[in-house]
């Protein structure tokens, strides 16, 4: 989902948003194939704020690889930061049972 939502900023800049939207909506297509059945599957062990941080997570350490490798920007420290403060989340989240 990450390249479907950011990628056109590098690839499609100089196109009409109309023609990055399609694109990243065939893109974003694909990938929710695939979500909906996880979340089905998911949700007979998680409960839903579970599902939704693991979901943050992910998309977390996918976005920052894709930020430095393919849209060529700094990694700054506040990400670090920012990485403390979802772990701290995912704590919080799953420190419970689950489905509750």
């Known amino acids: 989902m990450t390249f479907a939502w950011y990628a056109h900023l590098?690839?499609?800049?100089d196109r009409p948003w109309y023609l990055a939207a399609i694109a990243s909506w065939g893109?974003?297509?694909?990938?929710?194939?695939?979500?909906?059945?996880a979340n089905r599957i998911g949700y007979a062990q998680l409960s839903l704020p579970q599902l939704k941080m693991l979901?943050?997570?992910?998309?977390?350490?996918?976005?920052?690889?894709?930020?430095?490798?393919?849209?060529?920007?700094?990694?700054?420290?506040?990400?670090?930061?920012?990485?403390?403060?979802?772990?701290a989340a995912v704590y919080f989240v799953f420190r419970g049972t689950a489905n509750t």
Not at 27 to 37: D, R
Not at 60 to 87: E, I
């Open 10 to 13: 590098k690839n499609l800049l």
């Open 55 to 87: 979901q943050e997570v992910i998309t977390l350490a996918v976005f920052v690889p894709f930020a430095t490798l393919y849209m060529d920007k700094p990694v700054k420290l506040d990400y670090l930061w920012a990485a403390l403060c979802m772990l």
């Open 27 to 37: 893109i974003a297509f694909f990938e929710y194939l695939l979500q909906v059945p």
